[in-house]
């Protein structure tokens, strides 16, 4: 089992940033794909970011291409979102998720973390 828990969300003004910290247990998490979701009141819950086991491979929603940047520290069971130049579109529950590399499907997430964006 993988536990995951978020932290670091909270109310920004547009235009301003946040850091999202996920800590993993349970397992390595060099052995873990590491990914970003998002829902947003009403919305179906959607893709944010992604990255390779070893960080080197990063891929983004066309939304937040050049504005987010998924990062991980293995050595701290950590994987991060920061969040730059935010929009009040941003606003969402964010998840993070792991994904043991099987099939392509997340398989465990976390419990989620409300971030706000005034206009």
């Known amino acids: 089992q993988v536990q995951l828990v978020e932290s670091g969300g909270g109310l920004a003004q547009a235009g301003g940033s946040l850091r999202l910290s996920c800590a993993a247990s349970g397992r390595t998490l060099s052995s873990l794909i590491m990914g970003w979701f998002r829902q947003a009141p009403g919305k179906k819950r959607e893709f944010v970011a992604r990255i390779s086991r070893s960080g080197t491979g990063t891929y983004y929603a066309d939304s937040v291409k050049g504005r987010f940047a998924i990062s991980r520290d293995n050595a701290k069971n950590t994987v991060y979102l920061q969040m730059n130049s935010l929009k009040p579109e941003d606003t969402a529950v964010y998840y993070c998720?792991?994904?043991?590399?099987?099939?392509?499907?997340?398989?465990?997430w976390g419990q989620g973390i409300q971030v706000t964006v005034s206009s």
């Open positions: 998720a792991a994904d043991m590399g099987f099939n392509g499907d997340y398989e465990y």
